[in-house]
């Protein structure tokens, strides 16, 4: 099972040097990955925050990087260990920009690049956006096939309901054969069944090992019908937890439950503070 880093751009995170700490650190451990959170836009005034309740934990008016600029800078600032964000709201982005952002990225990182993505919960962002709400799940599928399609052939050309292109030259294309890595987030059947179709994995967020071995059975199930083997798909969970004790029950746990990747924030309040939380997780490392 791999141990990764989490990491929210948000307030003492977006300053340019605490990131860079993370990413120095994160180079010189055994760690695979740094996980973004991501947000385009806070509405003042919304209805429900999602996956977090009602509200945001937290106060909406702090600065907060956005996730492209923000994975630019920790890639930059390292040189070993792979970066990505989770989840993009990508029905909110232009497929078009995106893919040459993600793309551009992945060759200049020499292939460190992931891509966690989703429909978000915070509806009144869609119309900030000025993104029709009721059709983002359909929107996100499309996306995604114009995604790949851009990542792979050598000419592309797309035709949809909501993107569409002549054909052309997107290069350079990602350094990793087939595209970037997409990992999807969601909690209901069809986000599992976009993992099968089109994905890398699942991020389920803070969930329980008993809910991983669950979410486990889910995908396997779903990757026999589909005739996909169920070890081509990972499972990625958040585990929160800063007693060592507590963490390390909790990493055997979902360990048994069959995740393959686990993400643990990063603690600290400037660079020494999270060079030392950096280390405290590399010790959990395998």
């Not at 050598?154 to 030259?169: I, Q």
């Amino acid at each position: 099972m791999k141990i990764s880093l989490g990491v929210i751009p948000r307030n003492r995170m977006s300053k340019a040097e605490n990131l860079e700490a993370v990413a120095r650190a994160g180079d010189e451990t055994g760690l695979t990955r740094i996980w973004l959170g991501d947000r385009l836009v806070y509405p003042v005034q919304y209805a429900h925050a999602g996956d977090l309740g009602d509200r945001f934990p937290w106060d909406v008016s702090d600065p907060q990087l956005e996730g492209v600029v923000a994975m630019t800078w920790l890639l930059a600032s390292s040189r070993r260990i792979g970066v990505g964000v989770s989840v993009m709201v990508v029905p909110l982005r232009q497929p078009l920009v995106l893919a040459r952002q993600l793309a551009s990225l992945d060759h200049l990182s020499g292939g460190r690049l992931t891509l966690g993505l989703g429909i978000g919960g915070v509806l009144e962002e869609y119309d900030c956006a000025m993104v029709d709400r009721h059709d983002r799940g359909a929107r996100l599928d499309e996306y995604v096939e114009a995604l790949k399609v851009l990542w792979t052939e050598e000419r592309p050309s797309f035709d949809g309901r909501f993107v569409s292109f002549p054909e052309l030259y997107c290069n350079p294309r990602p350094a990793q054969s087939g595209g970037i890595p997409l990992w999807f987030g969601g909690h209901l059947p069809p986000v599992w069944d976009r993992v099968v179709r089109a994905g890398a994995g699942l991020a389920a967020g803070s969930v329980t090992p008993e809910r991983a071995a669950q979410l486990r059975a889910e995908l396997s199930h779903r990757c026999e019908a589909a005739g996909r083997d169920p070890e081509s798909v990972g499972l990625l969970v958040i585990a929160n937890n800063p007693d060592p004790d507590g963490l390390r029950r909790l990493l055997d746990g979902q360990r048994a439950a069959g995740v393959s990747e686990v993400v643990c924030p990063v603690r600290g309040r400037n660079p020494e503070e999270i060079a030392e939380s950096v280390a405290f997780l590399a010790g959990f490392a395998e």
